[in-house]
């Protein structure tokens, strides 16, 4: 009777034991990240996607107090698009948008540049700039309404020194009011603006800035020419963040102005929580919501495809 010779392919014991760890620790390191993050992806499928899905919904349907169901088309956007109200928190948004981010960048990168010629008490300085970022917009807004009272902040200390005349009633004009929440903005953001820009002065290489010096360019030039274009990719990242403040800015108008006087500072956020819980008209509400996403789209969009480009093309 012939024997036939174990396998090749067959462990021992020894060697099953032995291999055993080895797959339950791949098993480990190829499942458990993914179940240590799919309660956080779950979360945010339903909560933040989920939410955007039913609230599109709700916008093509006549709600009122309750959600109904049933659909009745873009009446609503009509209907938006129908009221002066809309528009001047348009408009509104426009002028703290555009000026909110564009004082940011100027005094963030004036402060950053400042910062970066290794002058004393950097550290000091650089936590009061920052300071402001600590504090929410409800005490931002609180504080600077104190501040630009007539009765009670600047106004009455200034004519206090002497100044009977002077006038910073902005506040209360309605012609002006939209610019105080611009200036509470600029002092609460733009010490994060300095960070931002500071973290990428200190990442520029020196040895091309001491290049640029022995050929004898002046510290403007270099600055000009060399160090804010090498700065781009945090221009993208402040602008980025700087657009998502403006948009969704509610807390820090509602604390300041409470989108008055009347209408003057009113913003869509504020609208688009009157409208949806105050005054019932949840269908009227979503569909500015909608309007609110689409206006985040058509900033962010363009931004992160255009640096994108950049990055496949190896700029």
């Known amino acids: 009777m012939s024997v036939i010779p174990p396998s090749s392919t067959t462990l021992s014991p020894a060697q099953s034991q032995a291999s055993l760890p080895d797959r339950l620790r791949s ?68 002028i703290f948008g555009s000026l909110f981010i564009l004082i940011c960048l100027a005094v963030g990168l004036a402060l950053a540049v400042f910062l970066d010629q290794k002058i004393r008490l950097e550290g000091a300085l650089r936590a009061i700039y920052l300071y402001p970022m600590a504090l929410s917009f409800i ?6 309404k104190w501040i630009l009272n007539p009765g009670l902040g600047l106004e009455k200390m200034v004519r206090e020194w002497g100044f009977p005349n002077f006038s910073m009633d902005w506040l209360v004009d309605s012609d002006f009011a939209i610019y105080t929440v611009v200036i509470a903005g600029v002092w609460q953001s733009s010490g994060f603006v300095m960070a931002l820009f500071l973290a990428g002065l200190r990442g520029v290489d020196d040895s091309i800035i001491k290049a640029a010096m022995v050929d004898g360019a002046s510290l403007p030039t270099i600055y000009r020419r060399i160090v804010i274009p090498a700065l781009r990719p945090v221009f993208f990242s402040v602008l980025l963040v700087l657009s998502h403040i403006a948009i969704k800015s509610f807390d820090l108008v509602m604390a300041l102005t409470a989108g008055g006087p009347g209408t003057s500072s009113d913003v869509p956020a504020i ?3 009157q409208f949806s819980f105050t005054r019932g008209q949840l269908g009227l509400g979503a569909a500015s919501a909608m309007m609110m996403l689409m206006t985040v789209l058509a900033v962010l969009v363009p931004l992160i495809y255009l640096e994108t480009k950049e990055a496949r093309h190896g700029h």
Not at 27 to 46: E, G, H, I, K, N
Not at 139 to 144: I, K, L
Request: net charge negative; charged share 10%; hydrophobic share 55%.
């Open 27 to 94: 098993l480990a390191d190829l499942w458990l990240p993914r179940l240590v993050l799919s309660p956080t992806v779950f979360a945010s499928l339903l909560f933040v996607y989920g939410f955007i899905a039913f609230t599109a919904y709700l916008s093509l349907t006549d709600s009122r107090i309750m959600p109904n169901y049933e659909l009745t088309g873009f009446g609503q956007y009509q209907a938006l698009f129908d009221l002066d109200r809309w528009w001047v928190s348009a408009a509104n948004l426009g």
């Open 139 to 144: 005490v931002t807004g609180a504080a600077w």
């Open 271 to 273: 609208f688009m929580y």
